[in-house]
T-cell receptor, first 110, second 118 residues
Framework: RKEVEQDPGPFNVPEGATVAFNCTYS??????FFWYRQDCRKEPKLLMS???SGNEDGRFTAQLNRASQYISLLIRDSKLSDSATYLC???????????FGSGTRLLVRP | GAVVSQHPSWVICKSGTSVKIECRSL??????MFWYRQFPKQSLMLMAT?????????EQGVEKDKFLINHASLTLSTLTVTSAHPEDSSFYIC??????????????FGPGTRLLVL
């Protein structure tokens, strides 16, 4: 079983749509959680950290369910510029190592 | 924000040659740098963790004699792919973790180096 699992997609949605991505992780001792965005042939860029209480940044909302070992990202009012691959990332319990999911690809069409 | 650079951004080489990739933290000191590899349509896979002044820690399955890492200063780590073969063709990305201050929890990624071995 992969340490971090994501639906690869692609999710093909119209502009203005709301889309949700899910992610599960296997190590219950994981401490920190993130969503990164990666554009084609570019490095990943931090989109937002994910906190137990849930957090929102503009059109983006991230939630964490530790009991289910499940992380989600909700994007509201999708823009064309949101088209990218979204990576679910987990940091382990006692190291700085980041474990990346394989990513979920989003395509926002006009 | 913190900036990490990589050089070169892309390289094409013949099979059997060695390629060195540099990773620099431009405006902060990085005690720890990480080297990742990403094959097409796959996730980033951590290859090794590089600590300034000490030997790198390699992930399982990564040959330390093939992927030589040197972290000689707080702003520079290098990855040398020795005797490169076509299967080493990949996107190599480094990240750096700041030594102190408010950046401590965040890793900052370099723009990546695309390696093609013919």
């Amino acid at each position: 079983r992969k340490e971090v699992e994501q639906d690869p997609g692609p999710f093909n949605v119209p502009e203005g749509a709301t889309v949700a991505f899910n992610c599960t992780y296997s190590n219950s001792a994981s401490q920190s959680f993130f969503w990164y965005r990666q554009d084609c042939r570019k490095e990943p860029k931090l989109l937002m950290s994910v906190y137990s209480s849930g957090n929102e940044d503009g059109r983006f909302t991230a939630q964490l369910n530790r009991a289910s070992q499940y992380i989600s990202l909700l994007i509201r009012d999708s823009k064309l510029s949101d088209s990218a691959t979204y990576l679910c990332v987990v940091k382990g319990d006692s190291s700085y190592k980041l474990i990346f999911g394989s990513g979920t690809r989003l395509l926002v069409r006009p | 924000g913190a900036v990490v650079s990589q050089h070169p951004s892309w390289v094409i080489c013949k099979s059997g040659t060695s390629v060195k990739i540099e990773c620099r933290s431009l405006d902060f000191q990085a005690t720890t740098m990480f080297w990742y590899r990403q094959f097409p349509k796959q996730s980033l896979m951590l290859m090794a963790t590089s600590n300034e002044g000490s030997k790198a820690t390699y992930e399982q399955g990564v040959e330390k004699d093939k992927f030589l890492i040197n972290h000689a200063s707080l702003t520079l780590s290098t990855l040398t792919v020795t005797s490169a073969h076509p299967e080493d063709s990949s996107f190599y990305i480094c990240s750096a973790r700041a030594a102190s201050g408010g950046y401590q929890e965040t890793q900052y990624f370099g723009p990546g180096t695309r390696l093609l071995v013919l």
